[in-house]
Structures are given as structure tokens and as C-alpha cells.
């Protein structure tokens, strides 16, 4: 980090790591001049330019300047040098919604309270023309006072964004909370899309775990598809209509944003000022995205090869091809037996491509780079000096989720089942989200 010991800037004293991912860290921060806390999100410029990901970060400067609301984390101001971007945003002392439904679920009224605060942000962002496109409850943080606040809009989209066709067409999202019609990728409406995922978190809230889960990914979607979700016979009658209309597999008969907030569960004990339109008490600081982003800062970042920064695209019949949930030669094959496998995971592309890297030093195979998002690793077996090949291919989900392929293309079946068994599976646990065909679900 580019600070003076730890000051930052001569604006902010920089404490202790709050959380990281691939490109990004997170630090508490304190404004020396007001004492104020704050989150600071650091971001290596060198990483993003590499992977391709400057537009969407300067997309997500772009709409956290424009959604000023007391339910969503404020940007306070963005900063830059040369190799890093510092996000200074209001700080969430209360951390993720998460960790507390984690403990179980929440009474009705608690629930109904988060849920009006989420619903009263999304529908502020979507009059602004912003569609966040990844609602899920590690995105939702509390405040000190246990307000909700709305957080990471790094998928989110504009109404600019839309085709012709006036819909959205990139699928993006996590998994467990996104549409039907974004899987289907046949272009979807940005809010109708946000409001699956908002129905999504309430029945989390309320039932303490997810509608739609199963640890095969295309039975998962399946069930996404069909709307097959069962409400637990704690629900009332009327939260169950409401669930009956927002988690509508159609979105042209899907609840809009605005027919929520005129139900009359939903606008029980909801103060009037729980419906503000923005954060009027925070400093509007107008923020030159350019001058942050300078593309000079950027000339002399070689870009890194098309196969780590763009993996294969998956559409859905590509997924149900591959998935073997829907694979006909389990009939005759055991998942033990097999030369191929799949595994499910949430890292980037290029993290997974590094952590592929390391198994293949590890095991002292060599490494081939072969068409986008794809590889292969070869080598010697312990045991025996005969070649043992396994090629694996990378395919995007969506942004931030990922399917990886590994099949045998030569050798000893037995060599390699046991070669998967003994030492690529246990080295690959930290990026597994779940290996498809089993009834294990493997977080990371």
C-alpha cells in the first residue's frame, strides 16, 4: 500500500485488514482531519488492467457516485498511484447480514425490517437506472446501528447497457440467488432480475437457508427454473402469496419493486422516513473516474494472454452437456471410475489458473498453455515412469462463477484416479465450491 508508514495519503490512518479478494483488500481506515471511520478498499491497478476489469471498475466508480442512500454503503471519495486504487467508502461496523442469519433465522419482524430497507434501496437504485445485478446476503452489511446497507456493485449494470432488444444480456450473479431468465441467456429485465434475488434473501431471513440448493449445479438450476422451492409451515399466509409472486419463474408476471411496497405486510411498522430517497447528509464529492484511471499510469502493463483473462463462455446447454447430473454414462460408469470430473468454483479464472499452476510444480509435471482458458498438465507416475496427461478447461459461468473441467487424455486409469484422489483433490480444496454429481457442498 502506498502510505506513509500507515497513513495513507495524509488523509487516513489505516488499521487492520477487514477482508480480501483476488484483486482487492479491505482496511479499517480513520479520517485524520474529522476522526470519522472508514472502510478503504485497496485495488492493484496492475491486476485488473492484466485481467481486462479497468471499464467494469470504472463502471462501479461510476455508480456508487450516483447512488447516494441510507440503505447503500456511501463512496466517499477514490483515490490513485500508479499500481494502486483506494475506495473510500463508509464504514459497515456491523459487518455481513450473513454471519447473524448464519446463527439461524430471524422473527418475522426482523426480517420485515431488513427487507424494507433492502427493497427501499434497490428501488432508489433502479430509478436511477443502476441494476445490481449480484443481491445476496454477503453483499448486505449493518451499520452500528443495525441498519442495512447494500454493498459491491462491481456487476452492476446501467439502463445504458441494455441491447436493442431493451434487456440486459450478460450472465452474471451468484448462483443460489439469480433469475431464471438470466441463466436462460435470452436477455432478462435488469430489475425484475433484482427482485428474484431480493425474494431470494427474504426467504433466507425467514427460513434460514436458501430455497434452491443442491450441491449439483444443474439440478440447482433446475429447480431455479421450475420455481420448485417449498415454504416451511412457520410462514404466514400472506408472506407465502408474496413469495408465490416474487419468486415467479415468468418475469413478465413477476411483482415489480413498486407493488412490494404496497403490500401490507411489507408497510407494516415502516416509518415514513425508512423510504428516503437519499443520503442527504452525506458530502456529494464529484469524482473524475479519468483522472483516477489515468490510461498512462496503464501503458506499461503488458496484458496478460486471452486464456487467463477469458475462459471458455458456457450458455445453459453447454452446462447441462457437461453436467452429470445429465451425463447418461453414469448408468454404466461410477463417479469413481471416471477420466473425467467437474468441479464448481467461486475464485477468478486467473486465481484458478495460478492454483492449477502450483499442483503441476508441485507434482513435478509440465504445463502447457493450450487454447483460452484451458491447459495441461503431464508427467511421470510415481510408481511407474509411464505419461500420465490431464487436460483441464476453465468455463465462465458467470463472472464470478466458474465450472473446471479435468479429463484424462493418456495414461493409466488407475494412476489417475488415484493420482486425483490422493493429491490433486486435496490441493485443489480451497477453490472447490462443490465437485458436480456429489451430495457435498465444499465452501472455500
Given at each position: 500500500?502506498?502510505?506513509?508508514?500507515?497513513?495513507?495519503?495524509?488523509?487516513?490512518?489505516?488499521?487492520?485488514?477487514?477482508?480480501?479478494?483476488?484483486?482487492?483488500?479491505?482496511?479499517?481506515?480513520?479520517?485524520?482531519?474529522?476522526?470519522?471511520?472508514?472502510?478503504?478498499?485497496?485495488?492493484?491497478?496492475?491486476?485488473?488492467?492484466?485481467?481486462?476489469?479497468?471499464?467494469?471498475?470504472?463502471?462501479?466508480?461510476?455508480?456508487?457516485?450516483?447512488?447516494?442512500?441510507?440503505?447503500?454503503?456511501?463512496?466517499?471519495?477514490?483515490?490513485?498511484?500508479?499500481?494502486?486504487?483506494?475506495?473510500?467508502?463508509e464504514?459497515?461496523?456491523g459487518?455481513?447480514?450473513?454471519?447473524?442469519?448464519?446463527?439461524?433465522?430471524?422473527?418475522?419482524?426482523?426480517?420485515?425490517?431488513?427487507?424494507?430497507?433492502?427493497?427501499?434501496?434497490?428501488?432508489?437504485?433502479?430509478?436511477?437506472?443502476?441494476y445490481?445485478?449480484?443481491?445476496?446476503?454477503?453483499n448486505?452489511?449493518?451499520?452500528?446501528?443495525?441498519?442495512?446497507?447494500?454493498?459491491?456493485?462491481?456487476?452492476?449494470?446501467?439502463?445504458?447497457?441494455?441491447?436493442?432488444?431493451?434487456?440486459?444480456h450478460?450472465?452474471?450473479?451468484?448462483?443460489?440467488?439469480?433469475?431464471?431468465e438470466?441463466?436462460?441467456?435470452?436477455?432478462?429485465?435488469?430489475?425484475?432480475?433484482?427482485?428474484?434475488?431480493?425474494?431470494?434473501?427474504?426467504?433466507?431471513?425467514?427460513?434460514?437457508?436458501?430455497?434452491?440448493?443442491?450441491?449439483?449445479?444443474?439440478?440447482?438450476?433446475?429447480?431455479?427454473?421450475?420455481?420448485?422451492?417449498?415454504?416451511p409451515?412457520?410462514?404466514?399466509?400472506?408472506?407465502?402469496?408474496?413469495?408465490?409472486?416474487?419468486?415467479?419463474?415468468?418475469?413478465?408476471?413477476?411483482?415489480?419493486?413498486?407493488?412490494?411496497?404496497?403490500?401490507?405486510?411489507?408497510?407494516?411498522?415502516?416509518?415514513?422516513?425508512?423510504?428516503?430517497?437519499?443520503?442527504?447528509?452525506?458530502?456529494?464529492?464529484?469524482?473524475?473516474?479519468?483522472?483516477?484511471?489515468k490510461?498512462?499510469?496503464?501503458?506499461?502493463?503488458?496484458?496478460?494472454?486471452?486464456?487467463?483473462?477469458?475462459?471458455t463462455?458456457?450458455?445453459?446447454?453447454?452446462?447441462?452437456?457437461?453436467?452429470?447430473?445429465f451425463?447418461?454414462?453414469?448408468?454404466?460408469?461410477?463417479?469413481?471410475?471416471?477420466?473425467?470430473?467437474?468441479?464448481?468454483?467461486?475464485?477468478?479464472?486467473?486465481?484458478?489458473?495460478?492454483?492449477?499452476?502450483?499442483?503441476?510444480?508441485?507434482?513435478?509435471?509440465?504445463?502447457?498453455?493450450?487454447?483460452?482458458?484451458?491447459?495441461?498438465?503431464?508427467?511421470?507416475?510415481?510408481?511407474?515412469?509411464?505419461?500420465?496427461?490431464?487436460?483441464?478447461?476453465?468455463?465462465?459461468?458467470?463472472?464470478?462463477?466458474?465450472?473446471?473441467?479435468?479429463?484424462?487424455?493418456?495414461?493409466?486409469?488407475?494412476?489417475?484416479?488415484?493420482?486425483?484422489?490422493?493429491?490433486i483433490?486435496?490441493?485443489?480444496?480451497?477453490?472447490?465450491?462443490?465437485?458436480?454429481?456429489?451430495?457435498?457442498?465444499?465452501?472455500?
Amino acid at each position: 500500500m502506498e502510505t506513509n508508514g500507515n497513513i495513507l495519503m495524509e488523509k487516513y490512518e489505516v488499521g487492520r485488514l477487514l477482508g480480501q479478494g483476488t484483486f482487492a483488500k479491505v482496511y479499517y481506515g480513520r479520517n485524520l482531519k474529522t476522526g470519522q471511520s472508514v472502510a478503504i478498499k485497496v485495488i492493484d491497478k496492475e491486476k485488473v488492467v492484466k485481467v481486462g476489469l479497468i471499464d467494469q471498475t470504472k463502471r462501479e466508480i461510476s455508480i456508487m457516485s450516483m447512488v447516494k442512500h441510507q440503505n447503500i454503503v456511501q463512496l466517499h471519495e477514490v483515490m490513485a498511484t500508479k499500481t494502486k486504487i483506494y475506495f473510500v467508502m463508509e464504514y459497515a461496523k456491523g459487518g455481513e447480514l450473513f454471519h447473524k442469519v448464519a446463527k439461524g433465522k430471524f422473527k418475522e419482524d426482523i426480517a420485515r425490517k431488513y427487507f424494507q430497507q433492502l427493497i427501499c434501496a434497490v428501488h432508489f437504485c433502479h430509478s436511477r437506472g443502476v441494476y445490481h445485478r449480484d443481491l445476496k446476503l454477503e453483499n448486505l452489511l449493518l451499520d452500528e446501528n443495525g441498519n442495512l446497507k447494500v454493498s459491491d456493485f462491481g456487476l452492476s449494470a446501467l439502463s445504458e447497457s441494455k441491447r436493442q432488444d431493451g434487456l440486459l444480456h450478460t450472465t452474471c450473479g451468484t448462483p443460489a440467488y439469480v433469475a431464471p431468465e438470466v441463466i436462460s441467456r435470452k436477455g432478462y429485465d435488469g430489475a425484475k432480475a433484482d427482485v428474484w434475488s431480493c425474494g431470494v434473501i427474504l426467504f433466507v431471513l425467514l427460513a434460514g437457508y436458501l430455497p434452491f440448493y443442491d450441491a449439483n449445479l444443474m439440478e440447482m438450476y433446475r429447480k431455479i427454473s421450475r420455481a420448485e422451492y417449498k415454504c416451511p409451515n412457520w410462514f404466514p399466509p400472506e408472506v407465502r402469496r408474496l413469495f408465490m409472486r416474487i419468486l415467479d419463474p415468468n418475469p413478465n408476471s413477476r411483482i415489480s419493486i413498486a407493488k412490494i411496497m404496497e403490500k401490507s405486510w411489507f408497510r407494516k411498522g415502516l416509518d415514513s422516513k425508512d423510504t428516503g430517497t437519499s443520503a442527504g447528509d452525506i458530502e456529494k464529492r464529484p469524482i473524475d473516474i479519468d483522472a483516477v484511471l489515468k490510461p498512462s499510469d496503464c501503458d506499461n502493463i503488458a496484458p496478460t494472454k486471452p486464456e487467463l483473462a477469458k475462459p471458455t463462455n458456457l450458455n445453459a446447454f453447454d452446462i447441462i452437456s457437461l453436467s452429470t447430473g445429465f451425463d447418461l454414462s453414469g448408468l454404466f460408469v461410477s463417479n469413481d471410475q471416471k477420466d473425467e470430473v467437474q468441479f464448481t468454483s467461486t475464485k477468478s479464472a486467473s486465481f484458478i489458473m495460478s492454483k492449477l499452476e502450483d499442483i503441476a510444480r508441485l507434482l513435478r509435471f509440465e504445463l502447457t498453455k493450450k487454447d483460452q482458458g484451458s491447459m495441461r498438465i503431464e508427467g511421470s507416475n510415481d510408481s511407474r515412469n509411464a505419461t500420465l496427461s490431464v487436460d483441464v478447461t476453465i468455463f465462465e459461468i458467470s463472472p464470478s462463477f466458474y465450472l473446471v473441467e479435468l479429463t484424462k487424455s493418456s495414461g493409466d486409469s488407475i494412476d489417475y484416479q488415484r493420482l486425483l484422489r490422493q493429491k490433486i483433490r486435496p490441493a485443489l480444496r480451497e477453490i472447490v465450491w462443490a465437485w458436480q454429481g456429489e451430495q457435498q457442498h465444499t465452501t472455500s
